[in-house]
């Protein structure tokens, strides 16, 4: 990835401590194709995140979470054990 690409990407996610270039080539299929998407998740574990940021691989659309990422998922785990189930 082109040394420019990579600071067109740390410009726009500046609130990110830092671009790991290794992100860039995806663990699952091995495609350079890591991007960074907002939007709606749900988990393996049916836990439902509006809005969550992440990196996902174009390819093969596997997501990998960062800290911030991560935080939000904790978060959004707690508020689902705290809600009152209806019997």
Known sequence: MSSSHLNAI??????????????????????????????????????????????QCAECKANFFDSKAMDTIRQARYSKRRTPVSV
Do not use: H
């Not at 790991?20 to 495609?31: T, V």
């Open 10 to 55: 740390s410009d726009k996610f500046k609130d990110f401590n830092r671009i790991d270039e290794r992100l860039y080539k995806c663990p699952e299929c091995g495609a350079k194709t890591m991007i960074r998407v907002r939007s709606d998740c749900l988990l393996q574990d049916g836990t439902f995140v509006p809005d969550l940021e992440r990196w």
